[in-house]
């Protein structure tokens, strides 16, 4: 069964360092997703992708937070200049009916 | 704007035990509605959905009705086992397209033999 995937699945950097988390969506899904949950808190949307454009961004998805589809294959998000409260469980989703998530990467910013 | 509002938990049962977590939404038009379920150290994962009103979802033994007169939606199994343990998060899409998904705050399940 096709699934999600994102690397690494864990990642420790230090404040102000840029990351970049990487997944690789559903092959024939379209639409695609970050989201992020902070421990112990809801699942928050950060970004959907459509079309090779951002179709909805929310609150959270400031000016440090970029998306890109470099490939067929590869949708990333970086975060530019990481702050503590960037750390947090980051999953990519795809879809083409239904969202269907990856196993997340927790970033931890020290 | 659109909101889900669950149970808060932990919710501790013994084995064969009843299963009900709440949730209830708000929406303009007619969202679709699902549960997700995150076991631990693992991402989430699709449980059940729901379209449209009076849909029930069904999946591994557990079941939800789309109740659009109640605005709910709420998650039950008949008798739970200690490898249901894990985070049940219910989440709504609003009515158009493209739009993301908006999670509860996730409840804890937690199934002892």
């Known amino acids: 069964e096709p699934e999600v995937t994102q690397t690494p699945s864990h990642q420790v950097t230090q404040m102000g360092q840029e990351v970049i988390l990487r997944c690789v969506p559903i092959?024939?899904?379209?639409?695609f997703y970050w989201y992020r949950q902070i421990l112990g808190q809801k699942v928050e949307f950060l970004v959907s992708f459509y079309n090779n454009e951002i179709s909805e961004k929310s609150e959270i998805f400031d000016d440090q937070f970029s998306v890109e589809r470099p490939d067929g294959s590869n949708f990333t998000l970086k975060i530019r200049s990481t702050k503590l409260e960037d750390s947090a469980m980051y999953f990519c989703?795809?879809?083409?009916?239904?969202?269907?998530f990856g196993p997340g990467t927790r970033l931890l910013v020290l | 704007g659109d909101s889900v509002t669950q149970m808060e938990g932990p919710v501790t049962l013994s084995e064969e035990a009843f299963l009900t977590i709440n949730c209830t939404y708000t929406?303009?038009?007619?969202?679709?509605l699902f549960w997700y379920v995150q076991y631990p150290g693992e991402g989430l994962q699709l449980l059940l959905k729901?379209?449209?009103?009076?849909d029930k979802g069904s999946n591994k033994g557990f079941e939800a009705t789309y109740r659009k007169e109640t605005t709910s939606f709420h998650l039950e199994k008949g008798s739970v086992q200690v490898s249901d343990s894990a985070v049940y998060f219910c989440?709504?899409?609003?009515?158009?397209?493209?739009?993301?998904?908006?999670f509860g705050k996730g409840t804890t399940l937690s199934v002892s033999s």
């Open positions: 989440a709504l899409k609003g009515a158009q397209a493209g739009t993301a998904l908006i």
């Open positions: 729901a379209t449209k009103a009076d």
């Open positions: 989703a795809s879809r083409r009916e239904t969202q269907y």
């Open positions: 092959s024939n899904h379209l639409y």
């Open positions: 929406a303009t038009g007619y969202p679709s």
